[in-house]
């Protein structure tokens, strides 16, 4: 058979991994991929398409046996999908399907779990005008360096309610802000005064290309009394730009952590509010530089699939296929660390609360900001490289556990010290950044700023989602692995 991409992303439910590509023979960049079965005819008509489907959910859906038996394969692929999904329900079904999609194109797939899509480079929030309101407003959360947006003069903390003239509301924005037919936007923006909206008469004009973000945002090194606290903003589990098969972006990480070890880091703050999630690779990398006391020998997490591909991939694999051990790294500080601080809002997912959850059993994690999205299961990128079928989908194949066996997270993780980010930012890096400044208090008992985080004024906006939950469908979790269907 020939082999298909598979990926895996986190999920609120579960941990669901970030499905970032997946190629199963030890492709390097992700954590595990599946082959899947292809396809011998030439067309994309629906019946042969939903029978592709139907015939890798049967073999890797972490919910298989809750497929219905008999389900109408003349639908069109997207109906088809999701017509065969444990479709998750509060009151009926708690522990169903909140994350598996499909999408028409396997390549715009892979190629955003790598980073690259087409953007004007920012992200943003959104808000509701004031409470009751039916006006939006779209707040940047931050601007990737080098991007249209950056060169646009756009910031964080900047405020949009306008997008090429128009106003933005409840029934507007989802096709004036995530129209991926549109290219050239010219953002109006407003300014805060006393918690309120004004609107101004500045404009930024934007046109939006095919990007490649680098997700080591930013390091810094602070010295508080006789701390040396080491702090990175990481915004997404990426180990290298799409199509390369290298390992460029976990390299980054490891410099960093390197010229911490050098300046005798001694606490670390890991700032991950944005980061949804990615190549489980790369987070194992991350936690190896992290880890007090671990190395190859010792369990990051495990995974468990359904028990029917479980047998065929232990027979094939061994059962070493289902367990992430941590690296041996030269570059780890976890011989200075007694704990560790990790930066989290409802936009912190899967790969990154593995972080959280895999680092658990060795050290001490606490976390500041708000409660984390909650994915604790994993998904795989399943493509047809035999160029029969364009589709790619990104179904739940696996739940994840710490060393512990701890996988108690599906519905967030609670910040051991609370606090939301003010409607007024600063930027990230700045000891006045609500959460960073916090965690500078935590560690040294002063605020680096002299003024504390915590009686910062709330957001009081009733808050609508971001372009990262929107992007990510909530969170990803990737592993990489080259599989043959059995």
């Known amino acids: 058979m020939k082999n298909s991409i598979l990926n895996v992303w986190g999920v609120k439910q579960g941990v669901l991994l970030i499905g970032l590509l997946v190629a199963v023979a030890g492709c390097k960049k992700a954590d595990d991929a599946v082959t899947p079965q292809s396809t011998t005819t030439s067309t994309n008509d629906n019946q042969t398409v939903d029978a592709w489907i139907l015939d890798n959910m049967q073999t890797y859906y972490y919910w298989n046996d809750k497929i219905p038996a008999n389900p109408d394969k003349t639908l069109a692929p997207s109906d088809f999908f999701n017509s065969i999904l444990n479709t998750y329900n509060a009151t009926t079904n708690p522990e169903g399907d909140r994350f598996s999609w499909i999408e028409e194109s396997a390549t715009d797939l892979t190629s955003s779990l790598s980073g690259e899509s087409k953007t004007t480079g920012m992200e943003f929030a959104l ?96 010295t508080v009394g006789s701390k040396k606290i080491g702090y990175l903003v990481y915004n997404q589990f990426v180990p290298a730009p799409n199509g390369s098969n290298g390992s460029e972006y976990d390299n980054q990480v490891d410099a960093v952590f390197a010229q911490f070890k050098a300046a005798g880091v001694n606490e670390l703050v890991l ?107 994993g998904s795989i990128t399943i493509t047809d490289d035999t160029g029969k079928i364009n589709w790619g989908m990104q179904p739940i194949v696996f739940r994840s556990y710490n060393s512990l066996g701890q996988s108690d997270y599906s519905a967030g993780f609670t910040p051991t010290v609370e606090v939301e ?57 990737v592993k990489n692995i080259k599989i043959s269907h059995p």
């Open 421 to 477: 980010e003010p409607i007024t930012l600063y930027p990230l890096g700045d000891v006045r950044d609500a959460l960073l400044n916090e965690a500078l208090y935590q560690i040294a008992g002063t605020a680096a700023s002299g003024r504390h985080s915590a009686t910062a004024v709330r957001n009081p906006l009733p808050e609508l989602g971001s372009s990262i939950q929107q992007k990510m469908r909530g969170g990803l979790m």
């Open 127 to 222: 808000y509701l005008r004031a409470s009751g309101s039916t006006d939006v407003i779209a707040q940047v959360l931050y601007v990737l360096p080098n991007s249209p947006a950056a060169s646009a003069g756009l910031k964080r903390g900047d405020i949009i309610t306008k997008v090429n003239g128009q106003g933005v509301t409840t029934t507007n924005y989802q096709s004036l802000l995530f129209d991926d037919s549109v290219t050239n936007y010219t953002f109006g923006l407003a300014t805060v005064s006393n918690q309120s909206i004004v609107d101004s008469n500045v404009t930024k004009t934007v046109t939006a290309t095919v990007f490649q973000a680098n997700p080591v945002y930013l390091d810094s090194i602070y």
């Open 271 to 377: 700032d991950l509010r944005y980061n949804p999630g990615g190549y489980t690779s790369s987070s194992a990398n991350l936690a190896s530089l992290i880890g007090k006391g671990v190395d190859d020998s010792k369990l990051y997490f495990r995974e468990n699939w359904n028990s029917t591909i479980t047998p065929a991939l232990q027979k094939q694999y061994g059962s070493d296929f289902f367990l992430q051990k941590f690296s041996t790294k030269a570059q780890n500080i976890g011989g200075n660390l007694n704990r560790l601080y990790v930066l989290t809002t409802d936009r912190t997912a899967s790969a990154s609360e593995l972080i959280i959850n895999g680092l658990r059993p060795y050290m001490t994690v606490n976390t500041i900001g708000t409660t984390t999205y909650g994915k604790n299961v």
